[in-house]
Every structure is written in C-alpha cells, then in structure tokens.
C-alpha cells in the first residue's frame, strides 16, 4: 500500500503551469487589471503520469507487468477583478477525475477505511478552492512588480489517500511577487515574467510540507494577435516524506522513524520535487477573447510520478461600470505593436 506517490502530488506544479499558460493576462504575470475590469478564464487540461521517481530521481521498479500511471482530466476556471488601479482579487476552483491502471493500487483510504479509489475506474471531485489578491508596486510600459497573495482551502474533506486522488487536502497561504515586462530594445514583441512563491502548508501529523515554487515565461509576438511561449514550473518541498530504495521504502526526510500516521499520510506528506519545462501558443481572437495552449514535461523530480500535460483554454476580458480608461500599458501586446 505504502509504495507509490499519488498522482495529487503533481497538481500543484501543473496549476503553476496553467496560471503561466495564462499568460500574460493573469496572476502569473505582473500587470493587474484596471480598476472595475477583471478576466474570466477557463481552461481543460490533461495530465498523464508513466512511472515512479524516487528521492533520486530514479524510476522504480515495477513488480511485474506493465509501468503503472494515471490519467487525470481537470476543469479550472479562474476569475480576476481590478478593485482599484493599484489592487485585484482573484479566485479559482478546479475540479479534477484520475484514474489509476497498475500494480499498487491503495486499498485504503486515509482513516484506515477500505477504499476504492483505485479501482481502475475513473474517481471525480472538486479540488480546492484558489482566492487571493495581487497589489501593484512598481508598473511601467515595459515592466512592473507585483506582490500577491493567496489562500488555499479545500472545498470539502475529499480522500488523500491513493494514486487517485485529487488532492492532498491541506490548507496553505502562499506569499511571493510576479516580475515581468517587454523587451522591445532587445526583440520587439519580446516578454518574460517570473512568478517566485513560498506557501506555508497545514500540518499533516506533525509536518509541514512546504514549499517553494518558480514559474517563468519567456515569450514572443510573432504578430500583435499570435504569441509563442516557453515556459518552466519548478516545485522544491522542504520537509515530508522520501520515497528510497529499495523500491517501497518509505522514509522521512529528517531521519525520524516512519510510524502507521505517517504512512497513511504520505500522499499528503511526499516531499515532491519537480522542473517541467514545456512551450505554449496564445492567439487573441478579438480584443477581449484569447485562446491559448500550453504542453510541458518533467525534465527533473524525486518523489513524484513522471507527468507530462497538456492545458488548452480561452480567456474573456470585461469591463464594469467601475472601469475608466487610464493610462495604462495594453498588457495584452508588445509596446512595440501599439
């Protein structure tokens, strides 16, 4: 039971992907909507899952048959309000379905409790729910700095326990800043932003598993419409769970002995670390519709399953009676273009 990493502890990561896949029109990025404008956007995405990395980073070994895995789909909306120039709030909900086909399927849940979840079935739940605020501190035509800050909740007690689940819920508060801008005098149509993140996670037994994160972009307009993107997430956890070998052997990272509440607590406390790297395409339909695309793959990790995604989505900007014109960056296009 206690061998595998549950798929949840990838979601994280690849929620950093989809705000960059985003961009440059949401809280990955460091511009902020008007005051009384906001973006609404929905996104689908797709991870797939082949393979068990341990501490090492080094697949292990299956106990005969073929590799296991999992496929999750996930809908995520994502909503962004200019309270003020200077400040925005913003919210999101995913609801995600996994299933698992493999060897080591968890037969219990998190309680002790016979458990399902991974029957080779495909098990469905919302995930947790996304709120926070990002302030302005620094904006100009070619660059901008922007603080933010968020709380996540699960939107119920889901089960944590099982390559299936959704989630690992537990509650954090992340804090860190967006940086970003043009760089015309380089390439007109150039861009780039950073997204640096520290969450301070709820206790699972007596560990926090918290984490720092960094997602960037660098991106090109090849037209004002059409932009092409690199992107990279990267997930570093300081404390939990380490998956060594031989395969199966849990340990936990300060060296303390594994007891039973640890091990049923190891999804939530696996000490996932990761470096996806992947591209993306945006395409503005008009001036408030986007579409957009992004694909990325696990280029390093430990204590996790080995992922690759895919994130299609559409993006709608809106104004409300509160929304005056002001001079302002179109953060949508490069300087160079307007």
């Known amino acids: 039971m206690l061998r595998r990493c549950g798929a949840d502890a990838l979601l994280v990561i690849v929620f950093a992907a989809v705000l960059?896949?985003?961009?440059?029109?949401?809280?990955?990025?460091?511009?902020?909507?008007?005051?009384?404008?906001?973006?609404?956007?929905?996104?689908?995405?797709?991870?797939?899952?082949?393979?068990?990395?341990?501490?090492?980073?080094?697949?292990?070994?299956?106990?005969?048959?073929?590799?296991?895995?999992?496929?999750?789909?996930?809908?995520?909306?994502?909503?962004?309000?200019?309270?003020?120039?200077?400040?925005?709030?913003?919210?999101?909900?995913?609801?995600?379905?996994?299933?698992?086909?493999?060897?080591?399927?968890?037969?219990?849940?998190?309680?002790?409790?016979?458990?399902?979840?991974?029957?080779?079935?495909?098990?469905?739940?919302?995930?947790?729910?996304?709120?926070?605020?990002?302030?302005?501190?620094?904006?100009?035509?070619?660059?901008?700095?922007?603080?933010?800050?968020?709380?996540?909740?699960?939107?119920?007690?889901?089960?944590?326990?099982?390559?299936?689940?959704?989630?690992?819920?537990?509650?954090?508060?992340?804090?860190?800043?967006?940086?970003?801008?043009?760089?015309?005098?380089?390439?007109?149509?150039?861009?780039?932003?950073?997204?640096?993140?520290?969450?301070?996670?709820?206790?699972?037994?007596?560990?926090?598993?918290?984490?720092?994160?960094?997602?960037?972009?660098?991106?090109y307009f090849v037209t004002p419409r059409f932009a092409i993107d690199f992107v990279q997430t990267f997930q570093y956890t300081h404390d939990g769970v380490d998956w060594a070998r031989p395969p199966g052997n849990l340990v936990l990272h300060d060296g303390r002995p594994l007891n039973r509440d640890y091990g049923l607590n190891h999804d939530r406390l696996a000490r996932s670390n990761a470096l996806a790297l992947g591209g993306g395409a945006s395409f503005a339909v008009t001036e408030s519709v986007g579409v957009f695309g992004t694909v990325t793959k696990l280029a390093w990790g430990q204590n996790l399953p080995a992922p690759r995604s895919l994130v299609v989505g559409l993006n709608w900007s809106f104004k409300t009676g509160r929304s005056a014109s002001r001079a302002n960056p179109n953060v949508n296009r490069p300087a160079a273009f307007q």
Not at 46 to 56: E, V
Not at 147 to 170: K, M, N, T, W
Request: charged residues 15%.
């Open 20 to 219: 960059i896949g985003f961009a440059p029109r949401v809280s990955a990025q460091p511009y902020i909507p008007a005051a009384g404008e906001g973006t609404v956007s929905l996104a689908y995405h797709n991870i797939f899952t082949h393979g068990q990395l341990d501490t090492f980073g080094t697949q292990l070994a299956d106990s005969g048959g073929p590799r296991e895995g999992t496929d999750s789909h996930g809908l995520l909306w994502y909503v962004e309000y200019g309270l003020s120039d200077r400040i925005a709030v913003h919210a999101s909900l995913p609801f995600i379905q996994t299933r698992y086909h493999g060897c080591c399927a968890h037969t219990i849940g998190l309680q002790g409790q016979p458990s399902n979840l991974d029957d080779g079935a495909y098990h469905g739940s919302l995930q947790d729910l996304y709120f926070g605020s990002r302030f302005k501190v620094l904006e100009s035509a070619r660059f901008a700095v922007t603080p933010f800050v968020e709380v996540i909740i699960p939107s119920h007690h889901y089960e944590s326990l099982g390559q299936a689940a959704v989630g690992r819920d537990l509650r954090a508060m992340v804090t860190g800043a967006a940086i970003g801008g043009f760089a015309d005098n380089l390439l007109p149509g150039l861009h780039f932003q950073t997204r640096l993140s520290y969450a301070f996670v709820q206790k699972a037994v007596d560990i926090r598993p918290n984490r720092t994160a960094i997602d960037s972009a660098i991106g």
